[in-house]
């Protein structure tokens, strides 16, 4: 069985590709559409459990509870879709995951959750939430995910639990994450809020003080240049389906930890000459989809880079030391996927040796380019 850290690395970031690149389209967080797999909700509890990082007891009533027109089994309360305008208040106190997704919620009372103490995932998923009541997530001591993505919310909700480890607000109405908005969560491993009108000066300084989060997605939104001040120990940062026009030299420089970046879809035209060189643990680098005229400078001095999207640009020429450090020993690991199509490369004039650090032919990837 999985450890539940690495359950939750599973659930927070796809894997690296270890075989050709491919065109890739960067999907959301556990984006299945407006709903979530319960399923899978059910498995990882499963999992924190027999490893011993969830509560050990809780309250058994004699006569066990389930809410009118709810399913109720081993702890877990479905109530989706069932037009509800409110949560339920007879859910049982022995709840571990509760299920209101694809609702008509409009608003979380300050008492919708009172007794839950044993909460471990909420999903409100799809409902139209636009208030919640500063004190309604108090009483959840323990819980470790929600998922709140595809609602109507203005603001990151105030006082989320200290326990939380996943935060999911996609899709919803937020223009400004306030000065602390994530204070006290020391355990926050994941957020994502992606498709939210979020522009650079949404974030107010600190918003993002005191986490130490491992994968931040802010993809789909208003943002013009990388943001400032996020979490310094990231190793996931994506930024796609923006409208992002440069790298400057500072953005990347307290990111040193990042091994996948994602900023494919932008509109980024100038990368300046060594703003990359502060990711030296880059596993990953997207920027597909954007309109860089060549190959960005530094690529070669990055030892364990393996996979550079660069396909969908206007990139003309492809020089020799362009991927590959001289000398051996340099570079730690080799590229199995370099993805240049659709770019106006006349690949016959490209030198063999280019690509003397991939680990095979078929791992780049040239022509289709649009005429």
Same mark, same amino acid.
């Given at each position: 069985?999985?450890?539940?850290?690495?359950?939750?690395?599973?659930?927070?970031?796809?894997?690296?590709?270890?075989?050709?690149?491919?065109?890739?389209?960067?999907?959301?967080?556990?984006?299945?559409?407006?709903?979530?797999?319960?399923?899978?909700?059910?498995?990882?509890?499963?999992?924190?459990?027999?490893?011993?990082?969830?509560?050990?007891?809780?309250?058994?009533?004699?006569?066990?509870?389930?809410?009118?027109?709810?399913?109720?089994?081993?702890?877990?309360?479905?109530?989706?879709?069932?037009?509800?305008?409110?949560?339920?208040?007879?859910?049982?106190?022995?709840?571990?995951?509760?299920?209101?997704?694809?609702?008509?919620?409009?608003?979380?009372?300050?008492?919708?959750?009172?007794?839950?103490?044993?909460?471990?995932?909420?999903?409100?998923?799809?409902?139209?939430?636009?208030?919640?009541?500063?004190?309604?997530?108090?009483?959840?001591?323990?819980?470790?995910?929600?998922?709140? $993505?595809?609602?109507? +919310? &203005?603001?990151? =909700? *105030?006082? %989320? #639990?200290?326990? /939380?480890? !996943? @935060?999911?607000?996609?899709?919803?109405?937020?223009?400004?994450?306030?000065?602390?908005?994530?204070?006290?969560?020391?355990?926050?491993?994941?957020?994502?809020?992606?498709?939210?009108?979020?522009?650079?000066?949404?974030?107010?300084?600190?918003?993002?003080?005191?986490?130490?989060?491992?994968?931040?997605?802010? $993809?789909?939104?208003? +943002? &013009?240049?990388? =943001? *400032?001040? %996020? #979490?310094?120990? /990231?190793? !996931? @940062?994506?930024?796609?389906?923006?409208?992002?026009?440069?790298?400057?030299?500072?953005?990347?420089?307290?990111?040193?930890?990042?091994?996948?970046?994602?900023?494919?879809?932008?509109?980024?035209?100038?990368?300046?000459?060594?703003?990359?060189?502060?990711?030296?643990?880059?596993?990953?680098?997207?920027?597909?989809?954007?309109?860089?005229?060549?190959?960005?400078?530094?690529?070669?001095?990055?030892?364990?880079?393996?996979?550079?999207?660069?396909?969908?640009?206007?990139?003309?020429?492809?020089?020799?030391?362009?991927?590959?450090?001289?000398?051996?020993?340099?570079?730690?690991?080799?590229?199995?996927?370099?993805?240049?199509?659709?770019?106006?490369?006349?690949?016959?004039?490209?030198?063999?040796?280019?690509?003397?650090?991939?680990?095979?032919?078929?791992?780049?990837?040239?022509?289709?380019?649009?005429?």
């Amino acid at each position: 069985m999985l450890p539940f850290s690495v359950v939750l690395l599973l659930l927070c970031a796809t894997p690296l590709p270890t075989t050709v690149a491919l065109p890739f389209e960067q999907k959301g967080l556990l984006d299945y559409g407006k709903s979530i797999n319960v399923e899978g909700l059910v498995m990882m509890l499963m999992n924190d459990e027999e490893e011993g990082s969830a509560v050990e007891e809780y309250y058994k009533p004699e006569q066990p509870t389930c809410p009118f027109g709810c399913q109720c089994n081993q702890n877990v309360v479905q109530c989706s879709d069932l037009g509800l305008h409110y949560v339920p208040y007879d859910i049982p106190p022995e709840t571990r995951l509760l299920d209101l997704q694809s609702n008509q919620i409009t608003e979380i009372r300050e008492d919708d959750f009172k007794g839950l103490s044993n909460l471990y995932a909420l999903v409100l998923v799809n409902n139209k939430i636009s208030r919640v009541h500063p004190r309604a997530f108090m009483p959840l001591k323990r819980m470790h995910k929600l998922y709140f $993505s595809h609602n109507q +919310l &203005t603001a990151v =909700p *105030k006082n %989320l #639990p200290s326990s /939380l480890v !996943e @935060l999911r607000i996609h899709d919803n109405h937020i223009k400004r994450v306030a000065s602390g908005a994530f204070s006290g969560l020391g355990s926050m491993n994941c957020i994502e809020m992606g498709r939210n009108p979020i522009q650079n000066s949404g974030f107010e300084p600190g918003a993002f003080d005191g986490l130490k989060l491992t994968f931040l997605r802010i $993809s789909e939104a208003k +943002l &013009t240049g990388i =943001p *400032k001040d %996020l #979490p310094e120990g /990231l190793h !996931e @940062l994506h930024l796609d389906h923006n409208q992002i026009q440069a790298i400057e030299l500072e953005d990347l420089r307290q990111y040193e930890s990042l091994h996948r970046l994602g900023l494919g879809y932008n509109h980024i035209r100038h990368i300046e000459h060594g703003s990359l060189y502060y990711l030296q643990n880059l596993r990953e680098l997207h920027l597909e989809n954007n309109r860089i005229p060549n190959v960005p400078g530094g690529l070669a001095g990055m030892k364990y880079l393996q996979v550079v999207y660069l396909h969908s640009n206007n990139i003309s020429q492809v020089d020799v030391n362009d991927f590959c450090p001289n000398g051996f020993g340099v570079k730690k690991t080799y590229y199995n996927g370099i993805s240049l199509f659709d770019n106006p490369i006349n690949y016959w004039e490209v030198v063999p040796a280019t690509f003397r650090c991939v680990s095979n032919r078929m791992a780049v990837q040239f022509g289709n380019h649009k005429k």
